[in-house]
């Protein structure tokens, strides 16, 4: 771990220094002991831990990623010990985002705000994104340092100048949209495509998760997009997800699965493009795409625009 990711920070080295500064503050500010939790006392980690399970690195191990250490392996086998449809979930939802990206730059829209990235695969935002727009622009926002550690790699790439990456929480999204390393990528004057991609279920009510959306929405121009997963309890039986959430909340990130209802109200009063908010293998695929198994898939897809 590079001392700069530790600090929370890889860009594509048009940021200057003050946006270095300002973020290396914020991430001291924030630095906490980071624990096997309870629930209500969790908090993102500011540098790397691997003792503790982070959502990113069990995700990645669901994708059968090599980033990912002992503590977050064990954590995922429970989860899928009590949910098994994990693996396919975190599939189907790869799937879906890089339908998604490509009907949104299809549509014309150049950037993205990536928020909860996780570790950067193929098939990538900016990978996506750029096959239909080669200018398109990327800003990656996650909280887990190993997300900008292997997000600084992908930069020294053929990604270099495309994309941005910030360590920042999700819970405060003014400082977010206020980071200057976004607003030197991306003009949110112009049409952006905000990705909630499997994130907003770490996002509990009480730490104001339609708070933090509505603020996101606000400060979008008409034609942005929203692209949104979230896990929900409406596509298997009450124990399954409650045997799932107890695992998260025991080992991780408090997860919070959404009925459908609430899910939607994310949307705000930005409009549902064809299909709807529908489960999520549903969004964008063919018939002859569904993996077996699908129905099992207990989250929610859906991409919305802003009139
Ligand atoms: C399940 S992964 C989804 C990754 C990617 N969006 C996708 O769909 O393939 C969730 C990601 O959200 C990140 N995350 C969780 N809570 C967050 C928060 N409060 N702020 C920023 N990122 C967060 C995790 O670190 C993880 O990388």
């Known amino acids: 771990m ?7 920070i890889a860009r594509d080295g048009a940021a200057g220094d003050g946006a270095s500064d300002a973020t290396a503050e914020r991430g001291a500010a924030q630095r906490v002991a980071w624990q096997w ?5 969790w908090q993102p980690p500011t ?31 429970a989860a899928i010990a009590a949910y098994p449809a994990l693996p396919l979930l975190a599939r189907t939802n790869r799937a879906f985002l890089g339908r998604a990206v490509a009907h949104a730059a299809g549509l014309g829209i150049r950037q993205f705000l ?4 996780g570790i950067p695969a193929v098939g990538s ?8 727009a080669p200018d ?23 990604l270099a100048g495309h994309t941005t990456v910030l360590q920042a929480d999700l819970r405060h999204p003014a400082s977010i949209l206020d980071d200057p390393g976004l607003k030197q990528a991306i003009d949110l004057g112009e049409p952006v495509a905000l990705m909630l991609v499997a994130v907003l279920h770490f996002i509990r009510d009480e730490d104001g998760a339609d708070e933090i959306v509505s603020t996101l929405r606000d400060a979008l121009a008409p034609g942005s997009a929203l692209i949104l997963s979230h896990g929900s ?3 298997v039986p009450r124990e399954m997800a409650d045997a799932g959430t107890k695992v998260y909340n025991r080992a991780s990130a408090p997860l919070v699965l959404r009925e459908r209802s609430r899910v939607e109200s994310f949307f ?12 999520l293998p549903l969004w964008g695929a063919s018939e002859d795409e569904l993996p077996e198994g699908w129905q099992q898939v207990s989250a929610y897809a859906g991409v919305a625009f802003k009139s």
């Open 114 to 117: 990536d928020i909860g990235t």
């Open 136 to 158: 398109a622009r990327v800003v990656y926002v996650d909280n887990d340092p190993i997300v900008a550690t292997h997000a600084r790699a992908l930069l020294a790439g053929h």
């Open 2 to 8: 590079t001392e700069d990711a530790a600090r929370g």
């Open 37 to 41: 939790a309870r629930a209500e006392d």
């Open 268 to 279: 705000g009063d930005f409009r549902l493009t064809e299909p709807g908010l529908v489960q």
């Open 47 to 77: 540098e790397l831990d691997t003792e503790t399970p982070h959502p990113a690195r069990m995700y990645d191990y669901y994708l059968g990623g090599k980033d990912n250490f002992e503590a977050d392996r064990r954590a995922a086998e």
């Open 125 to 132: 935002t900016t990978e996506v994104a750029r096959r239909v």
């Open 233 to 235: 309890p409406d596509f």
